[in-house]
Nanobody, 123 residues
Framework: QVQLVESGGGAVQPGGSLRLSCVVSGFTLEHYAIGWFRQAPGKEQEGVACIDGSGSTYYKESVKGRFTNSRDNAKETVWLQMNNLKPEDTGIYYC?????????????????WGQGTQVTVSS
């Protein structure tokens, strides 16, 4: 059974940090690109970052320099380190898997999705 389970969300003040985790099972992580998406209330879902099996990373312009994607295929885990968080980073964050390499910072045809974790940035 394929599963992607996110964790690490929470509430922080602007300038704070969070580290999201995405633990996968049921498929071979090294063959998949993992993308992060977020959805803020009343807004469309947007791609944020992508990391593929070789470790190549891609980021949405607004998070470059603040977010860092990493992965450990043996541990079947992908992380998104988020620093200097801003209120506009608020939303539900999802990880998703797409077979192959990252098409850019946004997956285009994700095969599997996690259930999401809430990130709230507010003073």
């Amino acid at each position: 059974q394929v599963q992607l389970v996110e964790s690490g969300g929470g509430a922080v003040q602007p300038g704070g940090s969070l580290r999201l985790s995405c633990v996968v099972s049921g498929f071979t992580l090294e063959h998949y690109a993992i993308g992060w998406f977020r959805q803020a209330p009343g807004k469309e879902q947007e791609g944020v970052a992508c990391i593929d099996g070789s470790g190549s990373t891609y980021y949405k312009e607004s998070v470059k320099g603040r977010f860092t994607n990493s992965r450990d295929n043996a541990k079947e885990t992908v992380w998104l380190q988020m620093n200097n968080l801003k209120p506009e980073d608020t939303g539900i964050y999802y990880c998703a898997a797409e077979y192959g390499i990252c098409p850019g910072y946004k997956l285009v045809r994700a095969d599997y999705w996690g259930q999401g974790t809430q990130v709230t940035v507010s003073s």
